[in-house]
């Protein structure tokens, strides 16, 4: 349990309320996704009300999942840290959890408290039978993280299901996002983002920031073009090196410090749309959120992850529940170690200082 001068849970669960009222505000034109969000908000007290009541047991169950339900991309994306970490493949593996599968472990999560799952890759598009699945748990929101180029498949659902907010990524104008995407995924992202707009459906864009784009994908003129196409909230996912090279890319303290002072100001001259942060402003939470602090990752076979960048695991779904996963060894000597407070180069501490979670991984396999 957090200690008495700072209370993680109060402060995320306030967050998720000031983010819930901001997605409320942007749909205030659109009444269907105005009274789904509504509901959610509804919702969403219930949930922190469960959470409290673990918290006051001295069990801390975070807000947030990440669910990578599948490792089949039809892209290969420049610098992609999942492919690297072999994470993300060509070939469909032996063993991926299923659709029922997978619901179970949202309702599991529903029934922990937990308000958002964050559906990831690979490409989750190509998973419509857990798409559908999660659609199902409306008390919880789904963020899909999405290349896009399978959205045509996917409009009546998201009709359909208002839980279900694709997130699309994007990097910034035409020639960046193909550079890194591949020809044609700009043109194909706007595309979308018409067809969305037209059809009333919520959406949201993330962009990865790098020391080269930060302030292209910051400034005004390009987040009014994006609310302009009916974008309602943007994610600025700060790029993790996958080489030694591409450190050189990764945003530095003074880039974070200007990430905190811009969203700041977009927040209050600009609130068409949410602006969250990821990993965010980690000195205001005591370091990283990951392993279950505010955050964790099951992997598209089951395995219970600290974070989709530190792709370690003692703990799977299949053989247990998520509560226990939650409550992982693992998990438990990452956060018991000062790994989530070491400083770090890029998006994720635990990427960076991989050899000490390794370390704890072979030290609680050997405990066994």
Same mark, same amino acid.
């Given at each position: 349990?957090?200690?008495?001068?700072?209370?993680?849970?109060?402060?995320?669960?306030?967050?998720?309320?000031?983010? #819930?009222?901001?997605?409320?505000?942007?749909?205030?034109?659109?009444?269907?996704?105005?009274?789904?969000?509504m509901?959610?908000?509804?919702?969403?007290?219930?949930?922190?009300?469960?959470?409290?009541?673990?918290?006051d047991? $001295?069990?801390?169950?975070? /807000?947030?999942l990440?669910?990578s339900?599948?490792?089949?991309?039809? +892209?290969?994306?420049?610098?992609? *840290?999942?492919?690297t970490n072999?994470?993300? !493949?060509?070939?469909? /593996?032996?063993?991926? +959890?299923?659709?029922l599968?997978?619901?179970?472990?949202?309702?599991?999560?529903?029934?922990?408290?937990?308000?958002?799952?964050?559906?990831?890759?690979?490409e989750?598009? &190509?998973?419509? %039978?857990? &798409?559908? =699945?999660?659609?199902?748990?409306?008390?919880i929101?789904?963020?899909?993280?999405?290349? $896009?180029?399978?959205? %045509?498949?996917?409009f009546?659902?998201?009709?359909?299901?208002r839980?279900?907010?694709?997130?699309?990524? &994007?990097?910034? %104008?035409?020639?960046?996002?193909?550079?890194?995407?591949?020809?044609? #995924?700009?043109?194909?992202?706007?595309?979308?983002?018409?067809?969305?707009?037209?059809?009333?459906?919520?959406?949201?864009?993330?962009i990865?920031?790098?020391?080269?784009?930060?302030?292209? !994908?910051?400034?005004?003129?390009?987040?009014?073009? +994006?609310?302009?196409?009916?974008?309602? $909230?943007?994610?600025?996912?700060?790029? !993790?090196?996958v080489?030694?090279?591409?450190?050189e890319?990764? /945003?530095?303290?003074?880039?974070?410090?200007?990430?905190?002072?811009?969203?700041?100001?977009?927040r209050?001259?600009? %609130?068409?749309? !949410? *602006?969250?942060?990821?990993? $965010?402003?980690?000195?205001?939470?005591?370091?990283? #959120?990951? =392993?279950?602090?505010?955050?964790?990752?099951?992997?598209?076979?089951?395995?219970?992850?600290?974070?989709?960048?530190?792709?370690?695991?003692?703990?799977?779904?299949?053989?247990?529940?998520?509560?226990?996963?939650?409550?992982?060894?693992?998990?438990?000597?990452?956060k018991?170690?000062? =790994?989530?407070?070491?400083?770090?180069?890029?998006?994720? #501490?635990?990427?960076?200082?991989?050899?000490?979670?390794?370390?704890?991984?072979?030290?609680?396999?050997?405990?066994?």
């Open positions: 349990m957090e200690n008495k001068e700072f209370n993680l849970q109060e402060y995320m669960s306030k967050n998720i309320e000031g983010l #819930v009222k901001g997605i409320i505000k942007t749909t205030l034109k659109n009444p269907k996704e105005s009274l789904f969000m509901k959610f908000a509804s919702n969403s007290k219930k949930l922190a009300k469960i959470r409290k009541e673990y918290e047991k $001295g069990e801390h169950i975070p /807000p947030f990440i669910a339900i599948t490792s089949l991309c039809n +892209l290969h994306c420049a610098g992609c *840290y999942s492919r072999n994470a993300t !493949v060509d070939a469909k /593996p032996v063993k991926q +959890l299923s659709g599968e997978w619901k179970k472990i949202f309702n599991e999560a529903k029934n922990l408290g937990i308000n958002f799952i964050l559906l990831a890759g690979g989750p598009l &190509i998973r419509a %039978d857990v &798409i559908k =699945a999660a659609g199902e748990v409306s008390e929101m789904f963020p899909i993280f999405t290349n $896009g180029i399978f959205m %045509d498949e996917y009546k659902i998201f009709s359909k299901y839980n279900l907010v694709p997130i699309m990524s &994007i990097e910034g %104008d035409k020639n960046n996002t193909d550079k890194r995407r591949g020809e044609g #995924v700009y043109d194909k992202l706007i595309s979308n983002m018409n067809e969305l707009k037209k059809k009333g459906i919520i959406f949201g864009a993330s990865t920031v790098t020391k080269e784009n930060i302030e292209e !994908v910051t400034s005004v003129d390009y987040l009014t073009k +994006l609310a302009e196409k009916g974008c309602k $909230g943007v994610i600025f996912v700060e790029f !993790v090196p080489t030694d090279e591409a450190k890319l990764a /945003p530095d303290e003074e880039n974070r410090e200007y990430l905190l002072n811009r969203f700041k100001d977009l209050e001259t600009h %609130d068409e749309m !949410v *602006y969250i942060a990821f990993p $965010g402003d980690e000195k205001n939470l005591g370091g990283c #959120v990951s =392993a279950g602090r505010g955050f964790f990752h099951i992997n598209s076979h089951g395995g219970a992850e600290p974070c989709p960048f530190s792709p370690y695991s003692d703990i799977n779904v299949i053989n247990t529940s998520l509560y226990e996963a939650i409550n992982s060894p693992l998990f438990k000597a990452i018991e170690s000062e =790994a989530l407070k070491e400083n770090h180069v890029g998006g994720c #501490v635990l990427y960076e200082k991989k050899d000490i979670v390794e370390t704890l991984l072979l030290k609680n396999n050997s405990n066994i």
